[in-house]
């Protein structure tokens, strides 16, 4: 983590905030990762003291030479991380709502589920006023894009022409159609923004990969109408990356789960270069770029420099919200204890490895919390697990951060062979296999740690390939699974059943989520906390008094030590109620919320 960068490269014309993919981690990581501390509070903080800067160099720059517009975007996949995303989102969304964000593009996490769509589409986007883009994705029922096509972003010194886009997703609810970017940028709307609207740069929110082919689909689109400065900022593949696409553009995306500020500045003065052969000279002179880390000592020495002032991070309404977002989560839940984790479970790790998170999943909490029958066999995609496990005290929104969809797990066949279910996953055996039953999970792509699939059993994952099996796996692979087994089995697809926790109550269903959370509570208790002494290093024992002349020496009282234990005492007191203005995650104050006292100070001034 870099502290020491201080300094953002302004823009005479435009500047961006960007946030991608943050998958409701807007309560950020503080709580396993220190140094990753900032939360949505502190990013509202960080963008009201850059605006208040912005403005007051504006005033004293009436020749408008100086500094440029601030805007703060977002790029979709707001949906599916922590516990603060539920489907649909009623309590994150308010949360999302106190944000000032100029645009928001649209992910494909908002698109998996009717529901979520449909609150989305009627409590969510009205609120952004034309400013929620939605350029290629329409509504299955009427026809017409769920937010807008494109916007103009207007201040002071720029006119920016916006559209938001989403990759070519097939995997959206049925109530909504993804048109191809390949279509969408053929259709006369986007071509009369683009002939029609007084604009001086353009902007394209891009939710795919920096350097997706499509990117460069919508770029040849705008280059023949016009050769203006043209900023895509990309998403979705959870990376930090930026890349000159050609004389006058550059595509930046910006990290995921708020571990990533994005600031990218760009100049218009001039006439734009004509389109050539890529090259970076140019664009590297018109446009800036920095990454910052959400930790908030980094926040606050770029606003000491950029300020040249001693001001604090926080503002009132970064503190208001920052309250809102935890008393949203102990609202629900999401600070319940659930167990004690004795390591770090790395997602990344291989199987191969003892502190592997999907070797714990697979080969331990799979076969103890839902496999109960010999010949039975769970299917999963290792893309369904998103986050490290971490040591320490477990929360409810701890297991959610590491399996956030809650799927309900199905039997979707009922006697397929080993070897018929390794060709339905286009698993292959091989070239030295025997019939000996073998672990699919060794059976890794080129270049990857993991498999595709993760294969468990009661069998340690040993798979037998003459042997047949019960398939289970979760609702997100259903219906591509059946139809798999289908083809390769020649049966036909059999009704999927819900896996029921108890054969006596089957309202009761396995989910994937409560896999983790149920393991965890039943293998890892947290030790009971009894004393003071649980806190901090215990006293001594006691020894024996010195003798002299065959008695016991009176000893002096331990004054010194004794003042010494009451100050610790009273120091973690002091520290347990009041962690400057953040939230202490072990316990809930019942006194009145920040947001309270916020609305009486506003009442009393």
Do not use: C
């Given at each position: 983590m870099n502290f020491t960068i201080s300094e953002l490269p302004w823009g005479d014309d435009v500047n961006l905030l960007v946030l991608t993919d943050v998958h409701s981690w807007i309560a950020g990581h503080e709580r396993h990762e220190a140094k990753m501390n900032v939360d949505y509070g502190d990013v509202l903080s960080f963008v009201q003291r850059l605006h208040r800067f912005v403005?007051?160099?504006?005033?004293?720059?009436?020749?408008?030479?100086?500094?440029?517009?601030?805007?703060?975007?977002?790029?979709?996949?707001?949906?599916?991380?922590?516990?603060?995303?539920?489907?649909?989102?009623?309590?994150?969304?308010?949360?999302?709502?106190?944000?000032?964000?100029?645009?928001?593009?649209?992910?494909?996490?908002?698109?998996?589920?009717?529901?979520?769509?449909?609150?989305?589409?009627?409590?969510?986007?009205?609120?952004?006023d034309g400013r929620y883009l939605t350029s290629n994705t329409i509504s299955n029922r009427n026809l017409k894009p769920l937010g807008d096509r494109y916007c103009i972003l207007k201040g002071k010194k720029s006119t920016v022409l916006t559209f938001g886009f989403l990759f070519n997703f097939e995997g959206h609810s049925k109530n909504t159609i993804v048109e191809t970017v390949q279509d969408a940028v053929r259709q006369s709307w986007f071509l009369q923004a683009l002939s029609e609207e007084t604009y001086d740069s353009i902007l394209v929110m891009a939710h795919m990969h920096v350097t997706d082919p499509l990117v460069q689909v919508i770029l040849d689109a705008i280059r023949h109408h016009t050769n203006c400065s043209v900023a895509v900022i990309t998403g979705h593949t959870h990376i930090r990356a930026y890349e000159v696409l050609d004389d006058n553009s550059v595509s930046f995306e910006a990290g995921r789960f708020l571990d990533t500020i994005g600031f990218l500045s760009w100049n218009k003065n001039g006439d734009p270069p004509e389109p050539s052969t890529i090259s970076s000279s140019s664009a590297e002179t018109r446009f800036s770029h920095i990454f910052l880390d959400t930790n908030r000592e980094v926040l606050e020495n770029i606003i000491h420099h950029t300020t040249n002032s001693t001001d604090s991070l926080p503002t009132m309404d970064g503190i208001v919200l920052t309250d809102e977002i935890h008393t949203t989560q102990a609202e629900l839940g999401l600070l319940d204890v659930v167990g004690c984790s004795p390591h770090v479970y790395s997602l990344r790790a291989a199987m191969a490895e003892s502190l592997s998170l999907w070797r714990l999943y697979t080969y331990s909490i799979l076969p103890k919390q839902l496999l109960q029958m010999p010949l039975q066999v769970f299917v999963q995609g290792t893309n369904a697990l998103r986050y490290d496990l971490m040591n320490g005290k477990i929360l409810i929104d701890d297991v959610i951060a590491v399996c956030p969809f809650n799927d309900t797990i199905y039997q979707i066949a009922e006697s397929v062979s080993g070897k018929q279910l390794l060709e339905a996953l286009n698993i292959s055996l091989p070239s030295t296999s025997t019939k000996a039953p073998l672990d699919p999970n060794d059976i890794l792509p080129p270049g990857s740690q993991l498999p595709v699939w993760s294969v468990a059993t009661t069998s340690a994952a040993l798979l037998d390939l003459e042997a047949h099996y019960q398939v289970l796996t979760p609702r997100f692979h259903v219906e591509y699974l059946k139809h798999r087994i289908a083809n390769v089995t020649g049966l036909p697809e059999m009704d999927e059943i819900p896996v029921s926790k108890h054969k006596k109550n089957h309202n009761k269903v396995h989910t994937t989520t409560d896999l983790i959370k149920d393991y965890i509570s039943a293998n890892w208790p947290c030790q009971p906390q009894t004393s003071i002494w649980d806190v901090i290093d215990p006293p001594p024992p006691p020894t024996a008094p010195p003798i002299e002349n065959g008695r016991?020496?009176?000893?002096?009282?331990?004054?010194?030590?004794?003042?010494?234990?009451?100050?610790?005492?009273?120091?973690?007191?002091?520290?347990?109620?009041?962690?400057?203005?953040?939230?202490d995650y072990e316990s809930i104050p019942e006194s009145k919320s920040t947001s309270e006292v916020y609305r009486s100070m506003n009442q009393m001034l």
């Open positions: 403005d007051e160099q504006k005033e004293k720059d009436k020749k408008e030479n100086g500094i440029g517009d601030l805007y703060l975007v977002m790029n979709g996949d707001f949906m599916d991380g922590t516990g603060l995303s539920t489907r649909p989102p009623k309590y994150l969304t308010p949360l999302l709502m106190e944000m000032p964000f100029d645009v928001i593009n649209l992910g494909n996490h908002e698109l998996y589920d009717n529901q979520t769509v449909d609150y989305i589409v009627d409590k969510f986007i009205p609120h952004w016991p020496k009176k000893q002096e009282k331990p004054i010194v030590v004794s003042i010494f234990i009451i100050l610790i005492l009273v120091g973690l007191l002091a520290y347990r109620t009041r962690r400057k203005q953040y939230f």
